[in-house]
């Protein structure tokens, strides 16, 4: 009588036959070797997200008002950063202290004012500013002033008409997540 299960077939199959028990070992290692080393650097940056007080963000303090700067996106080619602002002129500032900090080493070529549209109810605003190196490597910053500049313009056009939208979209915000 036996009472082997097919666990016990398959150890049988490859003590007896060590070598294809190496070269199965091998394939595993390979095929799993990308996905465990993917897992260890989640683990990682996760672990210095944690441990570290450093953040992407860029915080800068301009006339009691705190701006800060975030990293949405970061490519060779194409950044994008939300601008956390209420006024325009400052929100401008941060732009290029945004840019001084991380790229000190470029130069603005242009700049130009980009809109998305989400959904009816709702548009994005970018500030597009190329800018350009010694060496000649190019990149665009996408400044998302959604925060500062809305379908009321700016706040340096009309501060009232601005600050009646502001507090609308506030208040819609609140009443729908109540």
């Not at 490859?14 to 199965?24: F, G, N, P, Q, S």
């Not at 990682?44 to 944690?50: A, L, V």
């Not at 009321?152 to 501060?159: A, I, M, P």
Request: aromatic residues 14%; charged residues 25%; contains cysteine.
């Amino acid at each position: 009588m036996n009472d082997s299960t097919k666990y016990d077939k398959i150890i049988t199959f490859l003590l007896d036959y060590w070598i294809i028990a190496i070269i199965v070992i091998i394939a595993l290692l390979i095929a799993f070797i990308p996905s465990f080393w993917d897992g260890i650097l989640q683990i990682s940056k996760f672990t210095k997200t944690i441990l570290s007080k450093k953040t992407n963000d860029f915080v800068i303090k301009h006339d009691g008002e705190t701006i800060t700067c975030e990293y949405k996106t970061k490519s060779t080619y194409f950044d994008i950063v939300k601008i956390n602002a209420i006024t325009h002129s400052i929100g401008l500032n941060a732009e290029y202290s945004w840019i001084k900090r991380h790229y000190p080493r470029y130069n603005i070529t242009s700049q130009g004012l980009s809109k998305i549209d989400i959904n009816k109810n709702q548009s994005l605003y970018f500030d597009n500013l190329t800018i350009i190196n010694d060496k000649g490597d190019e990149k665009i910053i996408y400044f998302d002033i959604s925060d500062f500049y809305n379908k009321s313009g700016h706040t340096s056009v009309d501060l009232d008409r601005f600050a009646r939208e502001k507090i609308r979209e506030l208040y819609k915000k609140d009443k729908n997540s109540s």
